[in-house]
């Protein structure tokens, strides 16, 4: 009797299968899935972590001023963060993965991304081998899921975009206009409540001290960081198609006005000076942005009525297999990622493809020798002008490297020209094409120093062909097109000519910077350069054709030594020299006083709010 009844018993128990409770958690670790699943997750985490989080940034992560309003700094571990969050929101769609996946697709990504991090680590560029990983994991996606996974998880995948510097060909274009626009701005505000100021260029002057906006203030990195935050906000309230792009479109624009009243707040304060009220007034003008952008968008939800129609499901297959069913216990994010793949042998042996494909990345890091290669220069900027005005008087000018922000130069000079008629100022910069977060290809070059207010643009002609009868110089020299601009400054007014030698248009340089051409041996044979001439304009009706005049004299005497100045490799006939021993580019050795190399990563220090004398800088 009581073994039939333990019989019926165990018979009773095996009926009752399917209603019996989910296994433990923890019961999911005895799959080999998991094991794969872990093993991939910390081959990712060898190969990227140093990647997402290096050295240099965990420095700078102490500054909190660099760290949240330089424009290109890094932000590795937020943005991952946020990446997480984005994929938990989406983790009831794990099971997608498991739905069938598409090898051939994914063999083509996973090919663009092995092709992409070698490039990378071959050229020495990391943000190159970082970017492999959205390749990575779209492969990932798309072989086990097909488009349904990429659907469900592409937000979170290009996310972690927002963890790649911006190229500074991008940055350097836009800084410094949206510098002027900051200081002007910030000067109406000032005067809008009552608070007498007077704007010129990039300085905001007060009867008690001067402001200068430099580029922290200019809120680019605001900008960034806005519209990173708007993503995450469209995508907790589950805005679509207008009521999302609106708020794309509009986070841009909030983040410049918000940093305006920053930089109102900045000038007004009298402490700060002090880096933490500073980082505090960005953070709470940031919070400000945010919730204006919140207030936006609930008036949008209302006008465009958003809450009245429910956001359709972001995996139709998805909905259609769910369309009436019960949410059981299975649903949960883990069980469901347990249930669905342990019963596909394919999910185990897709986790080991992508294993296999971070052992090839890994292996590409271990293998292949960066490009690299002694720079040098055949003879330093000064030397040029000397030799170029040698029997015209001329004497060297002070370096304003707080001017020039980020801008990076090789090397460059700056000379004081003497004519009968007045003086021209010469600035020759020799560019460090190798280096991946500056450029010197922005209009900054126009401008000979803080405080001069724009009063005519426009293009030129310098040279032979672009000069008028009083003017032409039959020296032989090239004519160019360059950018012409009358500046002010108080009672001074300045002429000046400026362009970049050698560079091509902005989407040709910003397409050779981003794939590194410049680290490789498609590197250009000769650097970019970087020429102003500038000139003082008198009071009188010929003082602006006197002034063109010296421009054009100087270019003629300056343009012959320009022709084979700083070739890449100079007095080498073999090409670029590789260094398997260091694996980077290795630096210039002992030259004259006047070399000006500048580091990479150094971060631009400024001073903030003071008296009259000496000037501040604002942030």
């Known amino acids: 009797m009581s073994s039939a009844t333990s019989g019926g018993s165990s018979t009773a128990d095996r009926g009752r299968g399917e209603a019996r409770p989910e296994p433990a958690p923890l019961a999911f670790l005895r799959d080999p899935l998991a094991w794969m699943l872990l093993v991939v997750l910390g081959l990712t985490a060898f190969l990227y972590g140093p990647l997402l989080f290096p050295e240099e940034d ?10 949240f309003f330089e424009a290109n700094e890094a932000a590795g571990a937020p943005v991952l963060l946020l990446a997480l969050w984005l994929f938990y929101r989406r983790s009831h769609y794990l099971d997608v993965l498991a739905s069938g996946g598409r090898p051939l697709p994914a063999a083509i990504v996973f090919a663009l991304t092995l092709a992409l991090h070698g490039w990378g680590v071959y050229t020495g560029a990391p943000d190159l081998q970082l970017a492999s990983l959205l390749g990575l994991l779209a492969g990932a996606v798309i072989l086990l899921g097909g488009r349904a996974g990429l659907r469900a998880f592409w937000l979170p995948i290009l996310f972690l975009a927002f963890a790649l510097p911006i190229s500074p060909v991008l940055i350097s274009a836009v800084m410094y206009p949206v510098q002027l626009a900051t200081a002007q701005y910030a000067g109406a505000l000032l005067n809008a409540i009552g608070v007498e100021s007077v704007v010129q260029g990039d300085q905001i002057l007060r009867p008690a001290n001067t402001f200068v906006v430099i580029e922290t203030c200019s809120g680019l990195r605001t900008v960034v960081t806005l519209t990173m935050l708007t993503v995450l906000l469209i995508d907790l309230f589950e805005r679509r198609g207008w009521h999302a792009a609106i708020l794309i479109a509009l986070a841009p624009v909030v983040a410049f006005l918000t940093n305006g009243v920053r930089v109102v707040t900045l000038v007004l304060n009298p402490h700060s000076d002090v880096a933490a009220i500073h980082s505090l007034q960005g953070i709470g003008m ?19 009525k958003s809450d009245d129609t429910p956001p359709p499901d972001i995996v139709p297959e998805r909905a259609a297999a769910d369309a009436g069913a019960a949410p059981t216990a299975s649903s949960k994010p883990g069980a469901s990622l347990a249930r669905s793949l342990s019963t596909r042998p394919s999910a185990t042996f897709g986790l080991a493809v992508v294993a296999g494909v971070l052992l090839g990345l890994i292996g590409l890091g271990r293998t292949i020798v960066p490009w690299s290669f002694a720079r040098d220069i055949d003879r330093m900027p000064d030397a040029v002008l000397r030799q170029a005005f040698g029997d015209w008087p001329s004497y060297p000018l002070e370096k304003d490297d707080q001017f020039r922000g980020s801008v990076r130069f090789l090397t460059w000079a700056r000379r004081s020209v003497e004519l009968e008629s007045g003086p021209v100022e010469v600035f020759l910069g020799v560019a460090e094409e190798q280096l991946r977060r500056h450029t010197i290809l922005t209009p900054r070059l126009g401008w000979p120093g803080t405080g001069f207010a724009e009063v005519e643009a426009g293009w030129g002609v310098l040279g032979q062909s672009g000069s008028t009868a009083a003017t032409r110089v039959d020296d032989g020299a090239p004519s160019v097109r360059a950018r012409r601009l009358v500046l002010r400054r108080g009672a001074k007014r300045v002429l000046s000519y400026s362009w970049h030698e050698r560079a091509g248009s902005l989407p040709e340089e910003w397409l050779r910077h981003a794939l590194a051409l410049d680290r490789s041996p498609l590197v250009r044979p000769s650097h970019m ?25 100087v270019y003629a005497r300056l343009a012959p030594e320009l022709r084979d100045f700083a070739p890449t490799f100079p007095g080498r006939s073999s090409g670029p020299l590789e260094s398997a021993s260091t694996g980077r580019l290795d630096t210039l050795r002992a030259f004259p006083s006047d070399l000006a190399i500048d580091p990479g990563d150094a971060p631009v220090l400024a001073g903030s709010l003071a008296s009259r004398e000496p000037e501040s800088r604002g942030r």
């Open 529 to 553: 350069l970087a020429v102003r001439l500038s000139t003082p304009i008198g009071r009188g009706p010929r003082r602006m054709e006197e002034a063109e005049g010296r421009i054009e004299r």
């Open 286 to 304: 940031l919070l400000v942005g945010l919730t204006v952008l919140y207030l936006i968008d609930l008036g949008l939800a209302r006008g465009l």
């Open 58 to 67: 965990a420095a700078l992560a102490t500054r909190s001023d660099e760290f």
